[in-house]
């Protein structure tokens, strides 16, 4: 069992950024696939962004291509996401989501295991 914990949400005016950060309750992700995806009220959860912890290898969704960043930061043992040029239909809850097989598309489907998710909110 992954725990996953997001942190880094909050309150943002439109055009700034924000980085997102998940950690596991286990130390290091070793070699699952970790990203992000999120829901704004009243429409489906969307896929953002997920990272192979052990080969690098990036996958982008759509929700938000250009505009983030994931990455791995090996010191802190944390998945992180820089969001940039935030809109106020960004403003979502975002979830941290992990998946054993490593599979940064296979994360996109279907993760494995979820955080308990974190608020961004874009407005003035």
């Known amino acids: 069992q992954v725990h996953l914990v997001e942190s880094g949400g909050g309150l943002v005016q439109p055009g700034g950024s924000l980085t997102l950060s998940c950690a596991s309750s286990?130390?290091?992700?070793?070699?699952?696939?970790v990203g992000w995806f999120r829901q704004a009220p009243g429409k489906e959860r969307e896929f953002v962004a997920a990272?192979?912890?052990?080969?690098?290898?990036?996958y982008y969704g759509d929700s938000m291509k250009g505009r983030s960043t994931i990455s791995r930061d090996n010191a802190k043992n944390t998945v992180d996401l820089y969001m940039d040029n935030l809109k106020p239909e960004d403003t979502a809850v975002y979830y941290c989501?992990?998946?054993?097989?490593?599979?940064?598309?296979?994360?996109?489907?279907?993760?494995?295991?979820w955080g308990q998710g974190t608020q961004v909110t874009v407005s003035t």
């Open positions: 989501a992990a998946a054993v097989s490593g599979s940064v598309v296979f994360l996109s489907q279907e993760p494995d295991y």
């Open positions: 286990g130390g290091s992700f070793g070699n699952y696939a």
């Open positions: 990272v192979s912890w052990s080969r690098g290898n990036v």
